[in-house]
């Protein structure tokens, strides 16, 4: 059974523990057994606890730190350069430090800096940079030996965030994975850097090899996008291929017994397999798939017939025999996890470092530190009896001596409005905890408690873990949930913009996001059924309700719409205004509208327009256009330039040919949200002359798609456009993963401006999805098709471009 775990190991049974530590290097990814496990002993006495040996100033990279001869080394990046450093293990002193390139900048959700960890081995430092360069340098002194470029000498291929792989030796020959012309894996001379050879036909993304015992013997393991490859360490001899065809760029190899493999192969699921040999020859088997460590870019850890890793954001033990979870842990939270004497080591993402045991019985923490202020991304190492470490700010070395608190608690205070405070004190306080949280219940209209710009989330049912999830949070984000003892209360405050709209749901004991039971605001949006926060300040638009009996409306034409371009077929719905029937001689300018199916159900867009048009808008008419099945591709992937190519020059000739438009590209605008709001604007600019307005709400661009559109867009004196974007406050973001939508959206439009261009539009105190975007549907009608802009000239003749379509 599934343990859902929280526990603590009672501090007296700290005192049956004595301090004694030791430990060998650790010189390269992953240690000397590039399992993730130190050797010595690692205990720690009833007052005893961790301590920072010593700190210093670092810069931002993922790269881990490597030990070996009393140095420690790793790479970072200070804003200008990326840099290798060393420092004395022992007391933190520089020793010197070896100029890479220029910084590797960050983009799409990475930091600045490398991402590679180096190897110590023979009196030399062999490292990678994120750029491709691939060097050897005296592990003494820092000064270079050899130096080559992956790219240019060797044709590899740069993955999305540049490279990553940390290399290995073994007797002489130095390894490293390189994808590209030059095969998956590649075996170098140390001395020289010369290539010995290359094996593979896998591309590869941010894998690294490793060496492990398999049938009695020293192979090299080689992980490819799709592919294991096993190898003779020193000839790189082909002697077997597991195909696992699953693509999770960060994926290593973990033994989990006598020739027996787990690796997480995708990001929502993990394989094991097994190596077999008979009559000399390998083959390789499948042992099971399980989805009970996804969603992470942390390499679990194996112990003792159980491995403990990460399953999205929760510290989890899995049976190693079958695949089956055993138990979850909120706590330590969401990091990177090495192995000592039979404990975990974990550092989180938040900065904490964090001892527990390592048992199938639950989480067990007996020793904690918060070492870091900042973000840490990167799996700590140990040696010599310490732990070694670094944030995105830092590096710190940490060992085990007499502490006050072995345990840290987390220091956050949360900030509460003066009812609610008042509440908590009195259910606190009360002997009947009952009555008190009764009549607080009786006494409120609505939920979320909401004081100023201070809102209160509680939810009040079984369970013993439960968590806030949404826009306020962020994504792959979840704040617990305090409970009020006694109680089956759980709450949590935070400030919010008092204008803000927000959705948000709870997930009780590791389950699905839920409703807020409490709030009678909710309905499905873009990532399923959300609750609905508004804050005093916000203002409900009219223009979203139901028209009343009486009201003219529009109506929704349907047709099948089939596209030799994009060899497809597809639902088109056609908003026709009210008169449209009656008024035979009146021509309409159009708004096409990508996502049909949502914006039509959750936007309300027919409602939008049957309020707005007539009134503060000009009659006109809507295309719906629907997605087909991996419509996701249409929008940003491979099949956007067909489908832009479609929109222009099919679809928008079909539209002229078959309604009374206005065939001119002033009286046609291109509108889209989310990945959609990408397609908006590319394939406006793709094909100009077709649409004169644009805009974007929630773009989902990343570095690629915002290259992109620099490339296909000129300037306003050569394509003329009025523009619309805009972003929530509370956008789709992560905050541990140093990407923001909104960030990019507001890029976007600062560029859009040096173009010459004067995009509308601009932030609003919102989150992501259709109803955050829909509050705003008015702003853009009302911008690209004003009432008084038509009320001159109500009826036009038939004045079809030249263009249309494109053509």
């Given amino acids: 059974m599934t343990k859902l775990s929280r526990v603590f190991l009672p501090l007296l049974l700290l005192a049956s523990f004595t301090v004694a530590i030791a430990g060998d290097d650790w010189p390269r990814w992953r240690g000397g057994n590039m399992d993730a496990t130190g050797s010595g002993d690692f205990t720690i006495g009833a007052e005893h606890g961790l301590r920072v040996a010593w700190r210093k100033p670092l810069g931002s990279g993922y790269s881990s730190v490597s030990i070996s001869d009393g140095r420690a ?12 450093v060393a420092f004395d293990a022992q007391s933190g002193t520089e020793l010197w430090r070896y100029r890479i390139d220029a910084t590797y900048k960050g983009h799409d959700g990475s930091h600045d800096g490398p991402i590679s960890t180096p190897l110590l081995a023979d009196g030399k430092l062999f490292a990678l940079a994120t750029q491709g360069h691939f060097f050897a340098l005296d592990a003494a002194t820092g000064k270079q030996l050899w130096r080559q470029h992956l790219v240019d000498d060797l044709k590899a291929i740069v993955p999305t965030y540049g490279f990553a792989t940390s290399p290995v030796l073994h007797g002489d020959v130095l390894v490293l994975e390189t994808g590209g012309e030059a095969g998956t894996i590649s075996g170098f001379n140390p001395d020289t850097g010369e290539r010995l050879w290359s094996v593979g036909q896998d591309t590869v993304s941010y894998q690294s090899p490793s060496t492990h015992t398999v049938q009695g013997a020293k192979q090299l393991l080689c992980v490819g996008n799709k592919h294991v490859y096993g190898l003779e360490p020193g000839s790189g ?83 190693a025999a079958t695949g089956e979870s055993v138990w979850k842990s909120r706590a330590p939270g969401d990091g990177f996890t090495i192995l000592v004497d039979g404990h975990l080591v974990v550092v989180t993402k938040q900065g904490g470092v964090h001892v527990a045991k390592a048992t199938p019985d639950g989480y067990q923490e007996i020793a904690s530190l918060k070492a870091f202020d900042g973000l840490a991304w990167a799996p700590p190492s140990f040696a010599n009896g310490m732990i070694y470490t670094r944030s995105l700010k830092q590096i710190a070395a940490i060992d085990i001596a007499k502490v006050e608190q072995p345990l840290v608690a987390d220091q956050r205070k949360m900030v509460l409005g003066r009812e609610f405070a008042k509440f908590l004190h009195e259910a606190n306080m009360a002997e009947d905890k009952q009555l008190v949280v009764d ?38 984000q979840d704040q617990p949930m305090t409970r009020i003892e006694g109680t089956e209360v759980f709450y949590h405050a935070m400030q919010v913009t008092p204008a803000a709209r927000l959705n948000y749901n709870y997930a009780v004991d590791f389950g699905r996001p ?71 001689a009146r021509r309409y300018p159009a708004i096409y509208v990508h996502m049909a199916g949502q914006a039509l159900a959750m936007a309300k867009m027919q409602n939008s327009l049957d309020n707005l048009v007539g009134k503060s808008v000009a009659p006109l008419i809507g295309v719906f256009i629907h ?25 928008v000739p079909y539209i002229d040919q078959n309604y009374r438009t206005k065939a001119t590209i002033e009286n046609r605008a291109n509108m889209g949200a989310a990945w959609a709001g990408f397609t908006s604007f590319y394939s ?107 009320a001159a000239s109500p009826r036009e003749a038939d004045s079809r471009s030249t263009n249309s379509g494109g053509n």
């Fill in 73 to 84: 080394v790793t790479m970072f990046s200070d804003s200008t350069n990326d840099i290798v």
């Fill in 237 to 319: 001899k082909m002697l077997w291929d597991f195909k696992h065809d699953g693509g999770f760029g960060s994926m290593n190899p973990v033994p989990i017994g006598e020739n027996r493999f787990f690796l997480q192969y995708k990001w929502r699921e993990s394989i094991a397999f097994e190596i077999k040999k008979t009559d000399g020859s390998y083959t390789t088997a499948e042992l099971w798939k399980n989805r009970s460590i996804r969603g992470s870019y942390n390499t679990p850890v194996y112990h003792d017939g159980y491995l403990y890793g990460y399953s999205a954001r929760f510290l989890t033990c899995v049976d």
């Fill in 439 to 476: 009549n607080f219940f009786a006494a409120q209209k609505v939920f979320p408690v909401i004081e100023g710009n201070i809102v209160h989330f509680v939810y009040r049912g079984k369970g013993d873990d439960v968590v806030l999830m949404g826009d306020m949070v962020g994504a792959r």
């Fill in 514 to 584: 839920s409703l807020d039971s409490l709030n009678t605001l909710g309905e499905p949006d873009m990532f399923g059924p959300a609750s609905h926060l508004e804050m005093a300040d916000f203002v409900r638009p009219k223009h979203l309700v139901e028209p009343t009996d009486g009201m003219s409306r529009g109506r929704l034409d349907s047709v099948q719409f089939e596209s030799k371009i994009a060899g497809n077929s597809r639902k088109i719905d056609i908003y026709l205004p009210s008169g449209y029937e009656s008024d035979s």
């Fill in 627 to 651: 997605g087909v099945q991996g419509a996701g591709d249409e929008y940003q992937g491979d099949a956007k330039d067909s489908y832009s190519q479609m929109l222009a020059q099919e679809l």
């Fill in 684 to 790: 406006t600019f793709k094909f100009p002359g077709v649409f004169g307005k644009v805009s974007s709400q929630s773009a989902g661009i990343w570095t690629k798609e915002v290259n992109e559109l620099k490339a296909s867009m000129t300037d306003v004196t050569t394509q003329p456009l009025e523009m619309y974007i805009d972003w929530g406050k509370y956008d789709l973001r992560s905050p541990l993963e140093g990407w923001d939508i909104g960030d990019e959206s507001k890029r976007l439009a600062e560029h859009f401006k040096s173009k010459g261009y004067a995009p509308l539009g601009g932030e609003s105190p919102t989150g992501f999805g259709w109803a955050s975007w829909r509050t705003r549907t008015d702003k853009i009608l009302e911008a690209f098709f004003p009432m008084n802009q038509s």
